[in-house]
């Protein structure tokens, strides 16, 4: 008895003499390891001739900087417009677009000119970590996503020396997806215990694989749609409801008379008229030459964006363009490997917003930016604001990871278990429900989208109340108007009545 009574106590005061011992050698004890919050595009500016008389932001672009280059071919433009010179008009547009954007482009091997910098790019700096402070990782995303893998590598180590911790969680947001996508490609998952992408184009969007294959048009229905998705998400101050309810039923009414029709003949003309001399002399010698933009482009895309921008055929810029189509391509096996070996996995993007008005492929459901198929890895979606069609409806035989709504149906998206999708909610656009579901995606021992009663995996963002909601059924303006009466939701349920009734209005 007392050999055992002896052997406790050496094993107790073993224990006590390894306390020391496990803070001496700077680990941390908290149980929570810190978070790297990887930002979105323009998560850092871009600048001129930083630190001189002459600096200029380029972007995010300075509104005054944009204003003085337009104040430059104003005149070229109203005369060109008066005299019906197209290629006036088209020197004119190209003038502006170089002078504005021009110095963003890189060079055939992909790297930025010597005096545009990135002047505050972040590095790690105290050990303050929890579920409420993140690290920021901000990059210039123009560049080849491989860089900022990079970057993000020797980050990651130091965070983990300051902070004593072995993991990190990483939360990406928009093409911070990108660059995660680029370093799991290089250096994998390991040391990483929490993978969380919010709206990210990991296979990335059509917007920019439309735009590199010149398929830009203007169209009445989705420029309509697109205000009116954007209008509860307007900042507007005390009037709020009462602003937006208004600009809601002047985009109706305009739609109804046709100003936007007109409006929108008008943009595809000046398109047809101009478009293929502006996109040879200003887009793609400037947005081609980005590494940053084309891996943004979809797979489907790929081959024809290439042709239509003149990608050169071999260089540094061809090389990393094509580098990434490796992270592309395998980064949903390489997130469901690392599901696997219990890395915590939240993918979560917005459904039901109408996209971008530019392009032709404006019935994909999306955020506003990215297409909710994209983001998701692979969910069957309706068009936007449709339900999936009757046909598919009846042939499937599990329906588990079918929207209530009968809008997304997500057993074929990479990874089922672990993604989410938020009903009207916009790109990116912050929202405290949400941040709820990603402190709960980092605390809980079991990550999936039925581990957590409040958050099933289809949710409907509500802005003003600032939260989401399980989806329950299909939209219905009746519906949103009695659980939550606006002036807003008024005037979505008085047109919806008025469009019911007049087809074509
Ligand atoms: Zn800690």
Redesign the pocket.
């Known amino acids: 008895m007392k050999k055992i009574i002896s052997l406790i106590l050496c094993a107790v005061l073993l224990c006590c003499m390894a306390l020391p011992a496990f803070a001496a050698d700077g680990k ?7 978070i790297i919050y990887v930002g979105a595009l323009g998560c850092t500016p871009i600048v001129r001739d930083a630190g001189t008389e002459n600096e200029q932001m380029l972007w995010k672009i300075d509104t005054d900087f944009l204003l003085s280059n337009l104040k430059e071919v104003l005149p070229q433009i109203s005369k060109a417009l008066l005299t019906r010179n197209t290629q006036q008009l088209g020197d004119a547009l190209v003038a502006f677009i170089n002078a504005s954007f021009g110095d963003l482009a890189l060079d055939s091997e992909g790297r930025s000119k010597e005096n545009v910098t990135t002047p505050e790019l972040s590095v790690p700096r105290g050990s303050n ?2 579920p409420d402070s993140d690290y920021y990782f901000n990059y210039d995303f123009r560049l080849d996503p491989f860089e900022h893998a990079d970057r993000l590598h020797a980050f990651i180590a130091q965070v983990k020396a300051l ?3 072995d993991s990190v969680k990483l939360k990406c947001s928009s093409m911070g997806g990108v660059v995660l996508s680029a370093y799991l490609e290089k250096y994998g998952y390991d040391g990483i215990d929490v993978i969380i992408c919010r709206c990210s184009p990991l296979h990335g969007t059509a917007v920019a694989g439309e735009a590199f294959c010149g398929k830009v048009e203007l169209n009445s229905t989705s420029l309509t749609r697109y205000g009116e998705d954007a209008i509860p998400f307007l900042e507007t101050g005390a009037a709020d409801d009462f602003l937006e309810g208004t600009l809601y039923a002047l985009l109706d009414v305009l739609k109804g008379a046709g100003v936007i029709d007109g409006l929108c003949a008008l943009g595809d003309k000046l398109i047809r008229d101009v478009g293929d001399q502006v996109y040879q002399e200003a887009l793609i010698p400037i947005f081609g030459s980005l590494p940053g933009i084309w891996s943004f482009v979809p797979e489907e895309y790929f081959e024809e964006a290439v042709g239509f921008m003149h990608l050169p055929s071999s260089g540094g810029l061809h090389d990393k363009v094509f580098a990434y189509r490796n992270a592309m391509a395998n980064i949903g096996d390489t997130l469901k490997a690392a599901a696997r070996d219990g890395v915590k996995i939240c993918l979560i993007c917005g459904y039901n917003v109408q996209r971008t008005p530019l392009v032709t492929l404006w019935k994909s459901t999306s955020d506003g930016t990215v297409d909710t198929k994209y983001a998701s890895l692979g969910a069957t979606c309706g068009n936007v604001k449709e339900p999936l069609d009757d046909a598919y409806l009846c042939s499937l035989d599990n329906r588990t990871y079918l929207s209530p709504d009968h809008m997304i149906d997500a057993s074929t998206c990479a990874l089922p278990e672990c993604t989410w999708f938020v009903r009207d909610w916009l790109h990116c656009n912050g929202n405290a429900g949400i941040d709820a579901l990603f402190n709960l995606v980092m605390t809980s021992d079991e990550v999936n989208v039925h581990a957590f009663a409040d958050f099933p995996q289809f949710l409907e963002a509500d802005d003003d109340a600032d939260t989401v909601y399980p989806v329950t059924g299909a939209p219905d303006a009746f519906e949103r108007l009695k659980n939550h009466p606006s002036w807003l939701n008024f005037i979505r349920f008085l047109f919806s009545i008025i469009k019911s009734v007049f087809k074509n209005f």
């Open positions: 941390c004890g908290c149980g929570f390891s810190p970590h929890g902070t004593g911790h």
